[in-house]
């Protein structure tokens, strides 16, 4: 390559022109969903040059960007919710991965759950399916582990815990009963609407994972009995819209089970029996009349509705005599989105009743030998927490009393909103009186006396100079935290503090007017000039200084690009603040960035005849 050329190649390269002096462009990355606007820009007419300017990148970049190859990948991510990637991955098996997404894709838009080894029997399905089309490109392909967990690190994939089973639920089956059904319900006086749910209570299991200590074996740490408890009681849930909560049902195998000999059940907790411990129209029926019935004859005499589920149990022998309540019952497999007692009633009554477990067995762990060996005698069904064994229907009712009380009218009503079921202004009213609480992170702080009349605060003291200043005075003569100590005694470095504490008003005053003040203003202005003068004679040549004088007579001067910008930046901020001092810093900066252009290429061209001639 001939001197010439090179020459070329340095002049030809990306650069920007600033203060006269050429340097190299920083990279700019576009994102996934740039890249598919450039294209549909430039498909729509969009002069390339002009899109090369707008996304601050080069033309080559843009011609680039719109290859039919690059769009297509780039499709594929923002497709798969990776949109704003500055980075598009690829793997050995670009075909298959591809194919492999969108079998995925289909699969979650059915909601079906996608694990590691599903996405490697997937994969492997895929790769059957290529090398039967003929493509054997990935015969060498065996879905191995390591490249499960790259390929979902490639493709931004996340793993979730899914929760409930709202996710099988189309909205389509449930839209037209919710509009017909919400104009029903506005008639209906917000705390007369009720809803009742029934579900299912291991009442005697116990979490199955564990801390272990570092002197145990972890090969050999083996579970309890309690771990695997399966003994269940079907518990009847039914609540307002307002917050309010019905008496609680329970319902066991036993017609009168053994511990009620004990002593007598809590009061607001019934209990009913069947055979298989579940809710049938038999219980339903009695609940309907013994339990839901005298509630609302007690709290009102307007008509009620209350909301059921499509269950075989909640018929039509569900029948108020008097009329007074109306039954609304759900879509088939619409509990899940439409019901509020599934919204996270049920939930916080079950997991504030494993909390009050947990914390009974502890409590007791200490006498739990002692109990057991004196109660022993006792007949089994008899034997619950206080006698140091599992806890039976008595102990679980008394515990499902205690954490239904603790249910809040807040979480119900704020289930209630979030199964939309209500009409629109009833739950715009519920979530202005329960808004969703911020959580602050709480700062040690130290606490001082201080009384002030909130009747002679200003609502907005920031329009009032005085009014603020006398808050802040109030507040500094009421903090007593310095200034009862002896001067003497006062550190150095608080001697300023407890002074303004002491003098009040008036240093208050000078420190607030204090950046106002003519001698301040003089020292900033002062303090940038200086500067200013500084910085010009220590980095910028003068002007009238001849060539032989500025440069050595041994080898030319390089020049710090990065360090001059940073100068020169400096120099632009602080010439902001004193007047008139901005063009002189502009001109001194092209003068020096003019100077330092014309040195480089000095360098580069006696560099380059050096390099031919050696």
Not at 109 to 120: A, E
Request: positive net charge; contains cysteine.
């Amino acid at each position: 390559m001939t001197v010439k050329d090179r020459w070329n190649a340095i002049m030809k390269a990306p650069s920007l022109k600033v203060g006269g002096l050429h340097r190299r462009k920083a990279r700019v990355t576009l994102t996934a969903a740039q890249k598919m606007e450039i294209g549909r820009m430039a498909k729509a007419g969009a002069q390339k040059v002009q899109l090369a300017k707008d996304f601050d990148v080069d033309e080559t970049t843009i011609r680039r960007v719109c290859q039919a190859s690059t769009q297509k990948k780039c499709a594929e991510q923002v497709e798969f919710g990776r949109g704003s990637a500055l980075r598009v991955r690829s793997g050995t098996y670009d075909v298959l991965e591809s194919r492999l997404m969108h079998m995925i894709s289909r699969c979650r838009s059915q909601g079906l759950p996608i694990s590691k080894r599903t996405i490697q029997v997937l994969a492997k399905l895929e790769r059957g399916k290529m090398m039967k089309e003929g493509d054997n490109s990935v015969d060498t392909f065996n879905a191995s582990g390591g490249w499960a967990v790259a390929f979902t690190r490639r493709w931004g994939l996340q793993s979730k815990r899914v929760h409930g089973e709202a996710g099988g639920v189309k909205p389509d089956s449930y839209q037209t009963w919710l509009e017909e059904n919400r104009l029903l319900l506005g008639k209906y006086k917000l705390p007369n609407i009720y809803n009742m749910d029934e579900c299912g209570l291991f009442y005697r299991l116990l979490p199955n994972r564990t801390y272990v200590l570092r002197s145990e074996s972890t090969g050999k740490v083996r579970g309890i009995k309690s771990m695997k408890a399966k003994e269940r009681l079907t518990l009847v849930v039914c609540t307002s819209a307002a917050g309010q909560r019905v008496p609680i049902v329970c319902i066991g195998k036993a017609k009168r089970p053994q511990c009620f000999s004990v002593r007598s059940p809590p009061q607001d907790v019934s209990y009913f029996n069947q055979a298989r411990a579940w809710s049938d129209s038999i219980t339903t029926q009695r609940w309907f009349g013994e339990i839901f019935l005298p509630h609302i004859r007690r709290q009102t005499n307007d008509k009620v509705a209350l909301i059921l589920d499509n269950a075989s149990s909640h018929g039509q022998d569900l029948i108020d005599p008097l009329g007074q309540v109306t039954i609304f019952n759900l879509p088939p497999n619409t509990t899940s989105v439409l019901q509020p007692a599934d919204a996270g009633i049920i939930a916080a009554l079950k997991c504030r009743y494993k909390y009050d477990l947990l914390v009974e067995v502890v409590a007791r762990l200490d006498k739990c030998g002692e109990a057991r060996e004196y109660f022993k005698e006792c007949k089994a069904g008899t034997k619950g927490l206080q006698e140091g064994y599992e806890p039976h229907a008595l102990d679980a009712m008394e515990l499902i009393s205690k954490a239904w009380a603790c249910v809040s009218e807040r979480t119900i009503s704020r289930c209630w909103a979030h199964s939309q079921i209500l009409p629109k202004e009833y739950t715009e009213e519920l979530r202005e009186r329960w808004p969703k609480r911020v959580r602050t992170v709480s700062r040690p702080r130290i606490e001082v006396n201080v009384e002030i009349d909130e009747n002679e605060l200003d609502p907005d003291p920031e329009n009032n100079p005085e009014i603020l200043l006398n808050d802040l005075s109030k507040r500094l003569q009421g903090c007593s935290l310095f200034t009862s100590i002896p001067a003497e005694e006062v550190p150095e470095h608080l001697q300023g503090t407890v002074e303004l504490l002491r003098d009040g008003r008036v240093k208050l005053q000078e420190w607030m007017d204090i950046e106002d003040s003519e001698d301040v203003q003089k020292l900033f202005e002062q303090e940038h000039i200086d500067c200013i003068e500084d910085i010009l004679e220590e980095r910028v040549p003068d002007d009238h200084d001849s060539e032989e004088d500025t440069l050595p007579s041994k080898s030319p001067p390089t020049v710090n690009i990065a360090e001059a910008r940073e100068l020169i930046n400096k120099l632009e901020k602080l010439a902001i603040h004193v007047p008139n001092a901005l063009p002189a810093v502009r001109q001194a900066s092209a003068a020096f960035f003019e100077y330092s252009r014309s040195r480089q290429r000095q360098l580069k061209i006696s560099e380059m005849y050096l390099s031919t001639s050696s």
